[in-house]
């Protein structure tokens, strides 16, 4: 199964409609790293804009217009594998970015091409394919770069589903 076909197990209608948390991020980087398909990482702020009301206020956000990421820099950095084409901009939407227990449902973050990248943003070394065979855990970051751990979660559960009913009969 390829990217594109796991990319359209995730309910995207349904994460529109989430009441959850959902927080937004614009960051640049440059044309160059895009064009690479260059690893980036991300610190995100301590305090992110609130997507549903761009800022303003919401009761997704209880009126403040922004959403609390951790405390810890590190529990806040992430890492992401750039798409080849940001001539347009490109959206990524994270479900769960700092995981399970932490207040963020959602992250979109709006990349946009420029000269020069955004503070909190660096270019990284990809992982060496010898440390990714290794270890599983490594290699579903790998995967999780590039497809986001929801769509990997998203297609083991449709997996699972569709075995439980083949056993079923």
């Known amino acids: 199964m390829g990217r594109a076909e796991l990319g359209q197990l995730v309910d995207r209608e349904g994460l529109d409609a989430s009441s959850g948390s959902r927080g937004r991020l614009s960051i640049a980087v440059p044309a160059a790293w895009a064009r690479d398909g260059a690893d980036i990482e991300i610190t995100v702020p301590p305090r992110v804009s609130c997507d549903r009301c761009d800022g303003g206020g919401c ?3 209880a009126r403040s217009g ?12 992430l890492r992401l594998r750039l798409p080849a084409d940001l001539a347009d901009g490109v959206t990524l939407r994270l479900v769960r970015p700092f995981g399970e227990h932490a207040p963020l449902d959602q992250l979109l973050v709006e990349l946009r091409a420029d000269s020069a990248a955004s503070p909190g943003v660096r270019r990284v070394a990809p992982p060496p394919a010898d440390a990714l065979a290794r270890s599983s855990t490594a290699g579903v970051r790998a995967l999780g770069a590039q497809l986001s751990t929801p769509v990997v979660l998203a297609a083991l559960a449709a997996v699972a589903t569709i075995l439980g009913l083949l056993l079923g009969r």
């Open 66 to 77: 922004a959403h609390r990421t951790p405390a810890d820099a590190a529990a806040r950095t």
């Open 59 to 61: 009761d997704g956000c």
